[in-house]
């Protein structure tokens, strides 16, 4: 039985893109997902996992969309509508009981902490999930790298990549139908192939780091629960 079982990690850091919270819409923020996600959320935190979780932007603004503007600016851009993501999982959170956090890379005092290291990590302690807001503070990284990066510095055992697609493929499935579907590859593999599990830094930084990453779809209810507990979906990287 499923409620016997363990979770086979101790503390994950979960990657949300903000295309995947959008739902169908493509843009904004959908309701039902958010609510979908904390309840994952919620069953998570019940079996004594410590959460924490890096959330795009991409749903509000790329950076990339920004071509009559330099990168900095439109990365600074980007980095806000992280926040507003934040904010919005963790109302969602709350409203199921999950106690949450938002820590910010870039000083927003009003409304979420300032990221500190060990503040984080004693969140994490006490069982409330962290969210990390605005990216690494920095233009030019991405929020895969801010994954990697407070991955490595939280010491969690896992980067769990919930995308909008359910595995790493070798083309964009939706455009290339004889796309190969991968079930699991090396850090390295990851890298020479250019797939576009995450940025090459990223992928850098969690091959440096020895830290695995697990690739799968968010859309499906249960997903996150599934790889919690090692299942075998998606893509794993290691």
């Given at each position: ?47 004594g996992v410590e959460i924490a979780i ?57 409304i979420a902490e300032p990221y500190i ?122």
């Amino acid at each position: 039985m499923k409620e016997n079982r363990q979770p086979k990690y101790k503390r994950i850091v979960l990657k949300i893109s903000g295309e995947a919270l959008a739902g169908e819409n493509r843009f904004g923020l959908n309701e039902a997902m958010l609510s979908q996600v904390a309840d994952q959320i919620k069953e998570i935190a019940a079996l004594g996992v410590e959460i924490a979780i890096v959330v795009g932007g991409g749903n509000f603004w790329r950076g990339r969309t920004g071509k009559n503007m330099d990168r900095a600016t439109a990365d600074y851009m980007g980095m806000l509508a992280t926040v507003i993501n934040a904010l919005a999982l963790q109302t969602a959170f709350e409203a199921k009981g999950i106690p949450t956090r938002v820590l910010t890379a870039i000083e927003m005092r009003e409304i979420a902490e300032p990221y500190i290291r060990r503040r984080a990590m004693a969140h994490l302690d006490r069982r409330i999930v962290v969210i990390f807001a605005a990216g690494t503070g920095n233009p030019f990284f991405s929020t895969d790298t801010t994954a990697a990066l407070r991955a490595a510095e939280i010491e969690a055992d896992i980067i769990l990549l919930a995308k909008k697609v359910d595995a790493v493929y070798s083309a964009d499935p939706q455009e290339d139908p004889g796309a190969v579907r991968y079930s699991a590859l090396t850090h390295r593999e990851v890298l020479e192939k250019g797939l576009g599990v995450m940025d090459s830094t990223a992928a850098s930084l969690c091959r440096d780091n020895d830290i695995p990453i697990h690739v799968f779809g968010l859309s499906e209810p249960g997903n996150v629960l599934r790889a919690v507990y090692g299942e075998d979906i998606g893509t794993i990287v290691r």
